[in-house]
């Protein structure tokens, strides 16, 4: 990965007298106070030699002491640099930082969680509610004086009621009532109990007839704290907490918080770790990709497919659980290597499988693809341009759908992808069926990816020996991998102890989730689950 | 005459569409299902052996088990799954020793991910395939691992493996 | 071949000796309208089984095999559960619409059941406008559905009731407009004359391709009529959990479950009746060893073996397709049933003149 240079550094440094320069991670730290940083930020996302267009993750930060601050972490998708900016305040009572989500529509929703989070406002954003947490909640959890007790926080027994006003944040941090709903309209809400939201997920609709004029979304149905919780456990500890994200890409999430404590570490896994974990991640893309097209299949309908795709995924499940010994979770990656060297059966049964799916995957056309009540419900349907789809981050199968050659795996390789040889699949159009044709094309290209890796995993250790107990050296780190459903990210900032300071998982449903409004306005109720269906978000990966 | 080619092309070719995926289903409904009937094969159904379904602490047929006592399982555990119970004991030289009393075990909050069997000092703890675990009440759900009478084996292998 | 009004008149003149005529007709409207539901509820349990296994069949699984042999006392076991559960009041409806609302349902779905012809003389009504009768009495199942949507005081009911309406309306022109293509060639409205009509042929060969275009009309939009995958709209779990029923529970929900599988029958009965000879045996002409021994099976195996038929293609779609876009559904309907329905019409009307059937 390219860093961004010293010459450009010291053009900004000379251009924010206020910033200065840390170099204690990957990428060098750019701080900026307060004053400076939304110029600051509008300066790199559009000077030629900068142009950060992407926001790849927003963390919140508690400084200690006084501070409350915010990392973001920039990504040029032109010239592939990275950068960290940072800035902080010092007010604790009701801290204001100018907004960003003007500038990048995913800090839209990000900003919301950094207020929830650590309460600090974001001047000029539109939205000021808690995303995760309850609108009557008392602190903020992340902060490092929070008080956890239940007296403060009692379990609430009533249920909450969604007002229809928000407050948008003004400079000195008053607020400015706005409303989401009128009065007048048919406000409709699509779950969270609900069939086509993949999980708790809440959207409030509001609609004319069947067409969808404004869609609000609630998240934190199945929030659970992990960031909070890492903060209290060690680096060994949390690593099941990794796999429980993202359900359907346990061990690629896994595989990213392993590579990210194994580089602050500077421990480098044999060769044959390298395999086996690229094996299981595209085990794991497979079995969620399938479940991805049976799903879509039920969502529009065709409940047929639907068991197609599951009966098919279920192989798959087989193999990884024969060697992992866990079907969904699989806990199989250790700091280090992998839990358990491969099962000798391994290489038999994927070959066997990798002659079984290609007829299956006809049918699936036969059935699916090809159909013309499908294709009519998907062409055209929630167009996402190529423009937005960087500013909200959306990575993975559903940006490359819109033009955005994305893939980690090829940006920046790990594991063993840049030795195998696979296409990557991007199509221009942005609409649900490009989306949804990415990834059935990644089912073909996993396909080719594990022919290429199964009959060549070298012999070697399955796992480097690490000291007992794990404490990271102090600074940043961030790493991220290509997980089922885009970009999976692991941001750990550590002062040297047994437990990172600050752990933000970079969520690849968070993006996903944030765009369904944008792309469903004007379109009907059907065309809302069909969006959502081939958005492909998951939702404990959002509400972590 | 461009638009109404088109019209009857766009009713054919969806028309066919329809028909070739109707071929699929027809297909499949004559083929061999995939159903397990899951009670009835009971006798057949072998899970793969490294499949996590609980947490034991191995005995041999001496009623020996390997547990020292020492806690690392129950410190490791990120879940707060493991409690023990031990006590200091005197043995006939009159060394002073930790006594496993009781290994409490709660299935229901454990996230199967093998931080205690893999620290294990004395490799005393196993995950077996089992996998019928549904009870009425989460009380059911914690049990205790030490057989009853059971005392630790004579000679502990004292290896500790870190992964 | 066996006659069922050697029956039914046996039974007439032996209610009539014991007790005065008009006694007598009470007692046989009683009798009929006992029959006539057991029937019903028979029939219907029976689908709702066959749809079970059906639907499994496709979808490479066993479906029920528990309750009995083969899962065959599933569907008795629901229905035994479905009358012991409880109805639950619901806050805010509209209580007097909301229990009407089911029964409208199924009384329409009785109704048009009673117009079908069975077996040869086994058939409750039969007057000179029967399958106009039946078109209409059919269609009143919508206003129980509408009801229900609107009395349930549910967003969510409310637009699968809205999308109901806009869908039966639609559909009920492709219907009327088939039925009448084979009304042209046959010449009746009754329904027994239109099944004597076929005795050397059925329909959808003797009007060949109008009849053949008519049939496939008439299974597609009777498809929709039943709110069936894929034009399941109103219901659409995906999209609307369950639809204009989503509040309803127990038996209100079962009289709901009951009618979209008796609807199913009889479309598929009337299906049979237009286009698939009825309950006629099928003939071949010329080979007649052949229809000798079709003539010894019996008239209502023919009728239920060829509404079997049916009924297995229209279970068939809805489990291999994806559901239908509302708009998707409307220009299905209007740009291409309806204008291909009404050409259909006049091809018919130009075979028929010029005597080019068969």
Redesign the interface.
């Given at each position: 990965m390219l860093t961004i240079d010293t010459m450009q550094v010291d053009h900004i440094v000379a251009r924010f007298p206020g910033t200065r320069v840390e170099e204690n991670g990957p990428w060098p730290t750019l701080v900026a106070t307060p004053e400076e940083y939304r110029a600051l930020a509008l300066f790199l996302r559009d000077d030629d030699r900068t142009r950060f267009d992407f926001l790849a993750c927003m963390t919140g930060v508690d400084r200690g002491g006084e501070e409350l601050g915010v990392v973001l972490l920039l990504e040029s998708t032109t010239l592939g640099h990275r950068v960290f900016v940072e800035t902080s305040t010092r007010e604790r009572e009701r801290p204001v930082l100018p907004t960003v989500s003007d500038l990048w529509e995913t800090a839209n929703l990000n900003e919301r969680e950094v207020y929830d989070y650590f309460g600090i406002r974001f001047a000029g954003h539109p939205d000021t509610r808690r995303l995760f947490l309850r609108n009557d909640w008392k602190g903020y959890p992340l902060r490092k004086d929070y008080d956890a007790s239940e007296a403060v926080n009692p379990v609430p027994l009533e249920s909450e009621e969604s007002p229809d006003v928000t407050f948008s944040c003004r400079e000195d941090g008053g607020e400015e009532p706005r409303a989401l709903f009128d009065d007048g309209e048919?406000v409709?809400n699509i779950g969270p109990q609900?069939?086509?939201t993949h999980g708790v997920l809440r959207f409030r609709v509001a609609?004319e007839?069947?067409i969808v004029k404004k869609v609000d979304v609630h998240c934190g149905y199945i929030h659970r704290g992990i960031e909070k919780m890492c903060e209290s456990l060690s680096y060994r500890q949390m690593l099941p907490l990794a796999d429980r994200l993202d359900y359907l890409a346990a061990h690629q999430h896994r595989h990213a918080l392993c590579l990210c404590i194994e580089e602050a570490l500077q421990v480098e896994v044999t060769e044959r770790v390298k395999y086996i974990r690229t094996i299981m991640d595209e085990l794991n893309r497979l079995s969620s990709h399938l479940l991805f097209w049976s799903t879509l299949?039920?969502?529009?309908?065709?409940?047929?497919?639907?068991?197609?795709g599951f009966?098919d995924r279920e192989k798959v499940l087989d193999i990884m659980e024969e060697t992992t010994g866990g079907r969904l979770i699989q806990h199989y990656n250790v700091i280090g290597g992998v839990s358990a060297d491969i099962h000798l059966n391994l290489t038999r049964r994927i070959k066997e499988f990798i002659k079984y799916l290609p007829p299956m995957l006809k049918e699936y056309d036969q059935?699916?693809t090809g159909?013309v009540?499908?294709r009519?419900?998907m062409e055209g349907i929630g167009v996402l341009s190529r423009e937005d789809a960087i500013s909200f981050g959306v990575t993975g199968p559903s940006g490359r759908a819109s033009g955005w050659a994305c893939d980690v795996r090829k940006r920046k390789p790990y594991g063993v992808y840049d030795k195998v040889e696979f296409d990557e699949i991007v199509y221009t159009e942005g609409d649900s069926y490009r989306r949804y044709l990415v990834r059935v094309k990644e089912i073909v290209e996993s396909l080719r990816i594990l022919e290429q890796l199964v009959d060549n995993i070298p012999a070697g250790d399955f796992a480097v020996k690490t000291k007992p107990v794990i404490k990271l050296p102090e600074g940043r780190y961030f790493k991220s991998v290509e997980g089922s459903r885009g970009e999976f990210g692991v941001y750990i900032e550590s002062r040297g102890e047994k437990t990172p300071y600050r752990l933000k998982f970079r969520s690849t449903s968070f993006p996903l989730v944030s765009v369904v409004p944008r792309l469903a306005r004007g379109s009907?109720?059907?065309?809302l689950?069909a969006i959502g269906g081939t958005l492909d978000y998951i939702v404990p990966d959002v509400d972590r | 005459m461009n638009s109404v080619n088109r019209y009857f092309v766009n009713?054919f070719k969806g028309l066919h569409s329809?028909l070739v995926?109707?071929r699929?289903?027809?297909r499949?409904?004559f083929?061999k299902?995939?159903?397990e009937?899951y009670p009835e094969n009971r006798k057949k159904l072998v899970m793969f052996d490294r499949f996590r379904g609980e947490l034991v602490l191995l005995h041999d047929s001496q009623n020996h088990h390997k547990c020292i006592a020492c806690g690392i399982c129950e410190v490791n555990c990120p879940n707060g799954t493991i409690r023990l119970t031990s006590e200091m004991m005197t043995d006939e030289t009159g060394k002073k020793k930790k006594v496993l009393v009781e290994y409490r075990y709660d299935h229901g909050s454990c996230l199967f991910c093998q931080l205690c069997a893999r620290t294990c000092p004395q490799q005393a703890l196993d995950f077996i395939p089992t996998f019928e675990h549904a009870v009425f009440t989460r009380e059911k759900l914690v049990h205790k691992l030490n057989r009853d009478g059971s005392t630790l084996a004579p000679k502990p292998v004292a290896e500790s493996i870190t992964v | 071949m066996f006659d069922f009004s050697i029956i039914t008149q046996w039974i007439d003149q032996l209610l009539r000796g014991l007790m005065p005529d008009a006694a007598a007709t009470v007692v046989e409207c009683v009798l009929v309208g006992l029959a006539l539901l057991l029937g019903y509820a028979v029939i219907a349990l029976a689908l709702i089984y066959v749809e079970r296994k059906?639907?499994?069949?496709?979808?490479?699984?066993?479906g029920p095999?528990r309750v009995g042999p083969f899962g065959i006392l599933q569907s008795v076991a629901d229905m035994l559960k479905m009358l012991t559960k409880e109805i639950i009041e619901i806050k805010h409806v509209d209580r007097f619409l909301f229990g009407l609302a089911p029964y409208i349902v199924i009384i329409a779905s009785v109704a048009a059941f009673s117009c079908l012809p069975f077996a040869r003389g086994l058939q409750v009504l039969d007057f000179n406008v029967g399958i106009f009768f039946l078109v209409a009495v059919s269609s009143i199942g919508i206003v129980g559905i509408l009801l229900a949507g609107w009395a349930s005081n549910n967003?969510?009911s409310l637009?699968g009731a809205?999308?109901s309406g806009a869908q039966m309306i639609s559909y009920e022109l492709s219907i009327g407009l088939s039925i009448l293509t084979m009304v042209v060639l046959s010449g009746t409205l009754q329904v027994t004359e239109l099944v004597e009509g076929q005795a050397d042929g059925w329909f959808l060969f003797k009007g060949h391709l109008p009849a053949l275009i008519a049939f496939v009309i008439y299974l597609v939009a009777g498809t929709a009529e039943t709110n069936r995958?894929?034009f399941?709209?109103p219901e659409?779990?995906?999209?609307?959990?369950a639809g204009y029923h989503t509040e309803y529970s127990g038996m209100h929900f079962g009289f709901f479950y009951l009618a979209e599988y008796l609807n199913m029958f009889i479309v598929a009965g009337v299906a049979t009746t237009l286009f698939l000879g009825g309950w006629m045996p099928l003939h071949v002409p010329g080979w007649e060893g052949f229809n000798e021994v079709m003539d010894y099976i019996p008239s209502l195996f023919w009728f239920l073996g060829k509404v079997g038929v049916m009924i297995f293609v229209i279970m068939?779609?809805k489990?291999?397709?994806?559901?239908?876009?509302?708009?998707?559904l409307l220009r299905l309907e209007w740009k291409?049933l309806l204008p291909i329905n009404l050409l259909n019409l006049l091809l018919m009307v130009i075979v028929v003149v010029y005597k080019l059937h068969f």
């Open positions: 048919y409709v609900h069939p086509a609609l007839g069947e299949c039920m969502d529009l309908g065709a409940l047929t497919a639907f068991f197609y009966r059935v699916f159909n009540i499908a009519q419900r009907k109720i059907a065309d689950i | 009713f329809l995926g109707m699929v289903t027809l499949v409904f083929r299902k995939t159903t009937c | 059906v639907c499994a069949w496709f979808q490479c699984r066993l095999n967003k969510y637009i809205m999308r995958g894929p399941d709209l659409a779990d995906s999209e609307l959990t068939w779609f489990w291999t397709f994806p559901r239908l876009r509302i708009d998707q291409y």
